[in-house]
């Protein structure tokens, strides 16, 4: 093997190291966020209320840092868009999680699990509540589903 040919496996070596450490990075930074999936174009900080109470777990205006919804890939379809929030701890983040979680188990997963068939008219099928994943990690969840 050749100077060249060494220099470039080493480089593309490094280049799939830094690419591991860009995605590690990119999760961390998400690490407070959750995503929920299956809800009305509404009030965002009404409707984060609104799924606190469905689940039991207290969702304030402090809790948040940011929430907004993300962009639509296909602008034909009719699902909702996702929302993104932004939690001020990991603390609350897991609590919500375990709340919904815990829910969703004691009713069998559906919307009726949530209490939100009354409270938000309209919402999809399924809610679900997940830890926000970069588009790598949620793309190798799909595959391993």
Known sequence: ??????????LKQEIGELRNQIQDLEQHSKLNNLEIQGVPQKDILDILHKIGDAIQCNISPTDINAAHRVAQL???????????????????????????????YRSRSNLKSFGLNHKLPQVAEQL??????????????????
């Open 74 to 104: 296909n602008s034909n379809s009719s699902r909702p868009r996702n929302i993104i929030v932004s939690l001020v701890s990991r603390r609350k983040r897991d609590e919500i999680l375990a709340a919904a979680k815990m829910t969703r």
């Open 128 to 145: 679900f509540i997940n830890e926000h994943l970069t588009s790598a990690k949620k793309s190798l969840l799909y595959k391993a589903r």
């Open 1 to 10: 093997m050749g100077k060249i040919e060494k220099e470039n496996a080493s």
